[in-house]
């Protein structure tokens, strides 16, 4: 999704049916968005608690 949501809507506009369909679409799409933000803030989580673990003492 390297462009902007108002050309991403308009283009999903243009390839369905009606205002119901185009709706529905952008609804799951947005969805999918929020779920692809949560890996990606999980990944750097993990991330995060590996470079800990390499800086923390042994002892811990």
């Keep these: ?3 902007p949501w108002d050309e991403i809507s308009a283009g999903i506009d243009g390839l369905v049916r ?3 369909d185009g ?3 952008k609804k799951r799409l947005a969805e999918h968005t929020w779920c692809g ?3 990606a803030l999980i990944q750097l989580i ?3 608690n590996m470079a800990v ?3 923390t003492p042994s002892g811990r």
Excluded: F, H, T
Aim: zero cysteines.
């Design 23 to 25: 709706r529905e679409v």
């Design 18 to 20: 009606n205002e119901a």
């Design 1 to 3: 999704m390297e462009k």
């Design 37 to 39: 933000l949560l890996v």
């Design 53 to 55: 673990d390499l800086l």
């Design 46 to 48: 993990e991330r995060i």
